[in-house]
């Protein structure tokens, strides 16, 4: 059993000097008090962790790629608030198969518990009904999976990098987790956890938890996961794997062709990892890893603690697009450290996300490069808004009766960073950034509500100074449409020369072979094509295609954004390799905007549904959700 080796491992590490400073796992951090923050209505769970709440979970699976199923238990240990004696449990399940649910007042003795399922809600699933005799600490559910769980992803071996082994990964956020797992899916709720996997004999597994380089391939892996997570970070992913390290506390995993090719893309990780601690405070998870999955992954990155998930479409080859790992580890701090209590908070998890990344990019790649980002990403917010409802381009959006993908827009995001920007504005740097590392502080471990977050900032920066508060108005910023009057605009000087090149090369004042584009970054060669949309015409982009082979492009956004412009101009020499783009990979970042801009005309809707017809099987579930609705799928 790898448990004993795995705990080994983790004291031997403790006792040593240095080692045991960095980690927090000296001193267990206390999971949430019932009676905390946290205990928001959350509209996405059926789940009732006020009367009695999941603290830790022990979960054994058997991973079946023939089935495609996990089969296995959870043994969930229970806690009720002081003078609480709740008899019912509910958790949430979605497509779940329950063969057997047990109880026990010590982890011993276990007696068989009756249940119920009760219907099954399109978005929220079905709550599964426990009863729990009241002396009950632990329950265990003996199930198996729906090879259509919505968390989890199983692929043939012609989708992976190898092609020779299948693979499967997992994806939690926001409410797939019960997909996989029956449990208290409620970001509010977390617990610490146990895992043994066990495989194929040739296949890895790797979890979102201590994980072991040099464990033998044996198909059987045992998981501890120390510190208190919600639901939406547990992680697992199956499949040929292998590992390649950065510094001694930050490496990569990934299948064995891509492996190293990814730790020179990411080789500057521990510079991050230093520069966000010097920032934000000190690292909290021991290690962090990068695990870069097959292309059929259908986010840019996921912050899965200590084991970043992410997609090979950002190994450009330049570190061009290493933000997203800037990114999914500022979520160490934001987001898994102080979590969003429900999914209208999610703004608090990755508005910061963003805010932290760019600071975290300064650091590392400097002011130009973060300015260029910053620029981009109040872009994609301008663009994005003008195409929502007025409800949906708050941050504290309303998101009852919806499904929380639902709230994944830009508005969460680059609005949320240009809030923080804002008050960093207002209150100088060197305030704002102890402010924010006595936030971090402060909500540690915990899940909190927007109104927590506006209390504590009114405490700790606000009412220091009411002449400076008065500039920023909160409310406005959390609770209203659009961006207020004087929200921060980011400007870069370094884009400014691609906006006169790309001004006169349009008006056939430059061509385009004299472009002073040899230099050009990722970020440059976005922003000019960027300033090239909506469309052209064909023979202008053909000049542009012949200096710069653009449809040949291997950077992923690059690529997109080119696509989109060839799509909007009818430049059919890059059908091709739009073709190849949209079946070779299953970003939805990608995919979303690709497919939006094909259904546009009669012909570009045909195509769409040519192309979708041969991509959607290797598409990810929720993948499949957003493009089956852009093209009208059925079937
Ligand atoms: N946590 C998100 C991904 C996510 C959000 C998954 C909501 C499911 C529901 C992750 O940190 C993220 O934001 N990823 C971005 C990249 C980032 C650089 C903006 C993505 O995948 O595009
Ligand atoms: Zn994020």
């Known amino acids: 059993m790898r448990y004993e080796r795995l705990a080994a491992v983790t004291l031997t590490c403790l006792a040593a000097t240095g080692c045991g400073e960095r980690s927090t796992a000296t001193k267990e951090p206390s999971p949430t008090p019932a009676a905390s923050a946290a205990s928001a209505r959350d509209v996405h769970s059926y789940s009732n962790p006020a009367e009695v709440r999941v603290r830790r979970v022990d979960l054994d699976w058997d991973v079946l790629f023939d089935k495609k199923i996990l089969r296995g238990s959870a043994a969930l240990s229970l806690e009720r608030p002081a003078g609480g004696r709740a008899t019912s449990l509910v958790l949430d399940t979605r497509d779940l198969t329950i063969e057997k649910v047990e109880s026990s007042p010590d982890g011993a003795a276990w007696a068989v518990a009756s249940f119920s ?60 987790a019960r997909s996989w797992i029956p449990l208290q899916d409620s970001p509010q709720v977390r617990f610490t956890y146990r895992a043994r996997v066990r495989t194929p004999k040739n296949l890895v597994a790797v979890m979102s938890a201590g994980n072991d380089p040099e464990a033998p391939r044996d198909g059987d892996y045992g998981f501890e996961m120390p510190q208190p997570i919600p639901s939406y970070l547990v992680a697992l992913a199956v499949g040929d ?39 934000f405070g000190k690292y909290r998870w021991e290690r962090y890893d990068v695990l870069v999955l097959p292309p059929s992954f259908p986010f840019g990155g996921m912050e899965n603690p200590r084991l970043t998930f992410a997609t090979p479409t950002i190994l450009a080859g330049d570190k061009s697009l290493v933000a997203l790992v800037a990114h999914e580890l500022a979520h160490s701090w934001a987001g898994n450290l102080v979590t969003n209590a429900t999914w209208r908070d999610f703004w608090l998890n990755e508005g910061f996300t963003v805010y932290l990344e760019r600071r975290i990019i300064e650091r590392v790649y400097g002011v130009r490069r973060a300015g260029m980002e910053a620029v981009l990403g109040l872009q994609d917010l301008e663009k994005e808004m003008a195409g929502l409802p007025e409800k949906d381009q708050i941050l504290h959006v309303d998101l009852g009766g919806r499904d929380p993908d639902d709230g994944f827009t830009d508005v969460p995001y680059e609005k949320g960073a240009l809030f923080l920007r804002h008050l960093e504005e207002v209150f100088g740097r060197q305030r704002f950034d102890r402010f924010l590392r006595g936030y971090f502080d402060h909500f540690a471990f915990r899940s909190i509500t927007t109104e927590d977050f506006v209390q504590y900032l009114r405490a700790n920066l606000l009412d220091e100074s009411p002449g400076l508060a008065g500039k920023v108005p909160v409310d406005e910023w959390i609770e209203k449409a659009g961006l207020p009057a004087t929200a921060p605009r980011p400007k870069s000087d370094a884009l400014a020369p691609v906006e006169a090149a790309a001004a006169g090369w349009r008006e056939g004042k430059i061509r385009a072979a004299d472009l002073p584009a040899q230099d050009w970054s990722t970020h440059e060669w976005l922003h000019f094509l960027r300033a090239l949309a909506p469309a052209l015409p064909k023979e202008k982009l053909a000049e542009l295609d012949t200096a710069f082979r653009l449809t040949d492009a291997g950077n992923s956004e690059i690529a997109n954004q080119w696509l989109l412009l060839a799509i909007a101009s009818g430049y059919d020499p890059a059908y091709p390799r739009l073709e190849r783009f949209l079946t070779s990979m299953g970003r939805r970042k990608f995919l979303k905007p690709l497919y939006e801009e094909l259904v546009k005309t009669p012909e570009g809707k045909t195509r769409a549904l040519a192309i979708y017809r041969k991509a959607r099987a290797t598409y990810h579930p929720i993948a499949v959700a957003t493009v089956d609705k852009i093209v009208g799928w059925s079937g």
Do not use: C
């Open 117 to 176: 399922l009760g219907p099954s809600d399109p978005i929220l699933g079905s709550a599964l009904t426990i009863r729990v005799p009241e002396n009950a600490t632990q329950v265990r559910i003996a199930y198996e999976t729906s090879p259509k769980a919505s968390g989890l992803q199983w692929l043939e071996p012609p989708q992976t990098a190898g092609r020779k082994d299948p693979f499967l990964f997992t994806q939690s956020q926001a409410i797939h």
């Open 241 to 279: 794997i292998g590992f390649a390290p950065i510094s001694p506390r930050a490496g990569v995993w990934a299948e064995p062709s891509v492996v190293d090719r990814a730790a020179r893309e990411f080789s500057d990780l521990e510079s991050m990892l230093r520069a966000a601690e010097e920032l």
